[in-house]
Nanobody, 127 residues
Framework: QVQLVESGGGLVQSGGSLRVSCTAS????????MGWFRQAPGKERECVAA????????YAADSVKGRFTISRDNAKNTVYLQMNSLKPEDTAVYYC????????????????????WGQGTQVTVSS
């Protein structure tokens, strides 16, 4: 069982930056590929970024490419999402998720692939 706790959300003006973090419990964090998802009211949950177990492979959705960066620190059991040049359309609840895998180089973009989810953190971008 893995528990994921997000932090760092909040209110920011358009064009600003924010970093959200997700810390996992337990000693097996490095065996999990991680993902950041977001869900706005009335919309489906979408993957904005994902990262492999070791951090060597990453994915960013087209809508955030060049603005958002996912990274992880396995020694701290933490995955980060650095968000720059934020836009009002980035407003959503952001969730981190973990998928246990033996593959060291794979990331996953589909929500059903993930085994554990955090409770979410609200990010609001004002215009």
């Amino acid at each position: 069982q893995v528990q994921l706790v997000e932090s760092g959300g909040g209110l920011v003006q358009s064009g600003g930056s924010l970093r959200v973090s997700c810390t996992a419990s337990g000693r097996t964090f490095s065996t999990y590929a991680m993902g950041w998802f977001r869900q706005a009211p009335g919309k489906e949950r979408e993957c904005v970024a994902a990262i492999s177990r070791g951090g060597g492979s990453t994915y960013a959705a087209d809508s955030v490419k060049g603005r958002f960066t996912i990274s992880r620190d396995n020694a701290k059991n933490t995955v980060y999402l650095q968000m720059n040049s934020l836009k009002p359309e980035d407003t959503a609840v952001y969730y981190c998720a973990a998928h246990r895998t033996v593959s060291t180089g794979s990331y996953y973009r589909q929500p059903p692939a993930y085994d554990y989810w955090g409770q979410g953190t609200q990010v609001t971008v004002s215009s």
